[in-house]
């Protein structure tokens, strides 16, 4: 059975600074790893999606990283903005099977 | 614009009743999703459809029934079978199983 961990589940940083999110997970038969972001209330906005043959992915200031072998995924955060507070949830999508991490929630500080 | 809506927003409903929540989607996508959030839980797979006319049972699927009759729409009913029923649902939908998800705004369920 997939399980799938964020550490830490929450995170507090001053606005400007660079920041990574951990995302493990224990099978590595996995055909996508998704990161998502979630507003306080909202639905999830997905930020990215790196296939299984894939090593890494960038939008913006995001950048995510794929090491199937060891089991991670991180999510790093270049110039970190207030706007950026909100929980960011990762998800491995396998075969016929979605698995969920239960987030990290982060703070920007002005 | 192509999305997902959900509907309502928010859900008030007494103890014993069956609710319904809707879900839509534009995107012509063949898969479908049911999450049910609740707070340090993270999400949870309710049930899951790969296709018109058929649906699967999720991880957590006592007390919740689904139907599928259009590519474009995957209701919820919420029986009065599920013990605890208040919380955020949330639907989704993807290209096939496995591919990247798209979720909606979400509708918040509260029973009392």
């Known amino acids: 059975k997939q399980e799938v961990t964020q550490i830490p589940a929450a995170l507090s940083v001053p606005e400007g600074e660079n920041l990574v999110l951990n995302c493990s997970f224990t099978?590595?038969?996995?055909?996508?790893l998704q990161w998502f972001r979630q507003d306080p209330g909202k639905g999830l906005t997905s930020l990215l999606l790196i296939q299984s043959s894939q090593r890494e992915q960038t939008s913006g200031r995001l950048n995510a990283s794929l090491d199937k072998s060891s089991g991670r995924s991180t999510l790093y955060i270049a110039a970190s903005q207030p706007g950026d507070s909100a929980t960011y949830l990762c998800a491995v999508l396998g075969y016929q099977k979605v698995t969920f991490g239960t987030g990290t929630k982060l703070q920007v500080i002005p | 614009d192509g999305g997902i809506t959900q509907s309502p927003k928010y859900l008030f409903r007494k103890e014993g009743q069956n609710v319904t929540l809707s879900c839509e989607q534009n995107l012509n996508h063949d898969a479908m999703y049911w999450y049910r959030q609740d707070p340090g839980q993270g999400l949870r797979l309710i049930y899951y459809s790969q296709i018109v006319n058929d649906f699967q049972k999720g991880d957590i699927a006592e007390g919740y029934s689904v139907s599928r009759e259009k590519k474009e729409s995957f209701p919820l009913t919420v029986t009065s079978a599920q013990k605890n029923p208040t919380a955020f649902y949330l639907c989704?939908?993807?290209?096939?199983?496995?591919?990247?998800?798209?979720f909606g705004p979400g509708t918040r369920l509260t029973v009392t």
């Open positions: 989704a939908s993807s290209i096939g199983l496995s591919n990247e998800q798209y």
């Open positions: 099978d590595s038969a996995i055909y996508n």
